[in-house]
């Protein structure tokens, strides 16, 4: 379904709704576009494929079922696709709303039934991050049902933004250049986890479920603390974006443009074994030789630095 026949409030002039309607449909185009591309990039689905999309209620995974279903339509391969929810029998959440949804757009689902939110607040004391192990408990459960309904795939919702988050997570706390993989062999060994998102940005997941108006089921039911430290790089994130638009990006990019041999790690490198060899390589470090305080370079090939990166 196009997002343009979604029809902005009546009072908007039709100048504006016309608009309004252009955009939406250039944001599900560009959706459409970075969710195939991701898709092809990483080989993510292939033909004969059965792809579990895991469904939280969270805007993501609303976007990421969305999409998929378009991209399916449009594919020149098969695969199906099976919506799972987990209800972890969190207070309140409420459980026909996924039900509701699902059987409107006449897919195939299933809702997993299991009360991980006992067990999680069973056994942390109070006070104490509970996600760890009630990620752990899903993740196992996951798992088992996608063995169930048969799907070597499964797909989650995580977008740009958690992937850098979770890089600077782990660089800051953790002291690793580690990331989250858009694609990846679960822990089991037997199914293949993808992210068809990784290329989209959260303001673009947000924008879109509220043009789809999709029924959002509230994320702090469990009544755990949201995690303080991934909402502190978020926030980082999101300034440095306001005051060096482009930014972002960047540091993204340089995920997939990784130089080893300019990195310390010994084991991607054998820095034990490197020979001089007499060639000049006009790609090495001189670019950088240069004092970032320094007037900008005259030399030829030469790149000043920027200043205030
Ligand atoms: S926020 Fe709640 S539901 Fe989500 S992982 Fe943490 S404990 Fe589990």
Redesign the pocket.
Known sequence: MSVASITPDSNVSTKAAEKIALENNKLHKRLCRLVGQAIGDFNMIEDGDKVMVCLSGGKDSYALLDILLTLRERAPIHFDVVAVNLD?K?PGFPEDVLPTYLTSLGIPFHIENQD??SI?KRLIPEGK???SL??RL?RGILYRVADELGCNKIALGHHRDDILETFFLNMFFGGKLKGMPAKLVSDDGKHMVIRPMAYVKEEDTERYAEVKNFPIIP??????Q??LQRKHIKGMLREWEKKHPGRVENIYSSLSTVVPSHLMDRDLFSFTDLQIDGVANPLGDIAFDEDPCSTPSTVPGIIPLQRNL
């Open positions: 972890q969190q991980t939110y999680v991050t509970t996600c009630c990620s899903r994320c702090n039911l469990c009544g755990s949201e995690n």
